[in-house]
């Protein structure tokens, strides 16, 4: 899988805040031999009928970081999010840290740059963010190894995060009774997130694996953290006897009854900035609607 060795005896402090609103857990990441930390996957929220921007839950976690007096180096996006936006700027210009996601940002921003039909000046390149990872990268919090795994499948750019005994897994995955996300998404592919899966099911048993989403399936309580022990073997997309065709099939009959995300006309235009809002030619924060081009 990777010629860096996983550190299982590594336990991370692990800290998830959910928010309603688009059912996303963010993460704030501690290493446990010093002061320093990651927040993985934040949001900013937005009424969208209204266009207005606001910061409550991303304050909560500035609250929740100063509290603690721990020092923030990194805000890490496990990819592209198309439900909700990112609020890695506001969370860094109060708090300080390093923007990374992966490196195949760049495919993510070619393809919405087209929709979106962005002009020159939106630079395609991933410049907008301070890190980009690639597949077998790895990078420090505080003396803490993170590795990162390119995961793609639901976006080009996805990756999952591993730090220590716990994985960061994006979309990639969803708790056990959810299955996977949907591999619709222009640049999506089911074959490619069954096999990044399998590269996630590959992992030991007991690597804590952290969702960015979830939806309480029949009702239940929502959760956010298992295993790969327990995806392995309770998935009910991708647990025993699943096979690559048969998950190729199921994920593309059951993505053709999905709408688009509510939020994803925004998230996608200000997560392919790492979290900026697009601006006019007088310079005042403006979005785009494309009609017919999703």
């Known amino acids: 899988m990777t010629d860096v060795p996983l550190d299982m005896d590594l336990r991370p402090e692990v800290h998830g805040f959910f928010d309603p609103a688009t059912n996303t857990i963010s993460y704030v990441v501690?290493?446990?031999a010093s002061t320093s930390c990651a927040v993985i996957d934040s949001v900013m929220d937005i009424d969208y009928a209204a266009g207005r921007i606001t910061y409550g839950h991303a304050d909560q976690i500035i609250a929740f970081i100063r509290a603690q007096g721990w020092q923030l180096e990194w805000l890490i996006e496990t990819h592209v999010h198309a439900d909700h936006l990112s609020a890695a700027p506001y969370i860094q210009a109060q708090l300080g840290g390093r923007i990374g996601i992966g490196a195949q940002i760049t495919?993510?921003?070619?393809?919405f740059g087209k929709i979106f039909n962005e002009g020159t000046e939106f630079q395609r390149d991933g410049s907008q963010f301070d890190a980009l990872f690639r597949d077998g990268d790895s990078y420090l919090i505080g003396t803490m190894q993170a590795l990162t795994l390119h995961t793609p499948g639901h976006t080009p750019a996805c990756m999952t995060h591993v730090?220590?005994?716990?994985?960061?897994?994006g979309d990639t995955l969803f708790m056990p009774d959810g299955g996977s996300a949907r591999a619709d998404f222009p640049g999506g592919d089911a074959g490619e997130l069954y096999d990044s899966i399998q590269r996630v099911l590959a992992l030991p048993d007991q690597m804590r694996l952290f969702m960015c989403h979830d939806y309480g399936p029949n009702g239940r309580d929502i959760q956010w953290e298992t295993t790969v022990a327990e995806e392995r073997a309770q998935n009910i997309h991708v647990g025993p006897n699943a096979t690559r065709e048969g998950f190729v099939a199921l994920r593309t009959a059951r993505d053709k009854t999905l709408g688009m995300p509510r939020l994803i006309i925004p998230s996608l235009q200000v997560n392919m900035r790492a979290g900026e809002i697009p601006t006019d030619a007088s310079g005042r924060p403006m979005l785009k609607v494309p009609v017919n081009g999703l």
């Open 163 to 169: 730090i220590g005994d716990a994985a960061f897994v």
């Open 107 to 111: 495919l993510v921003q070619d393809t």
């Open 30 to 32: 501690r290493d446990p």
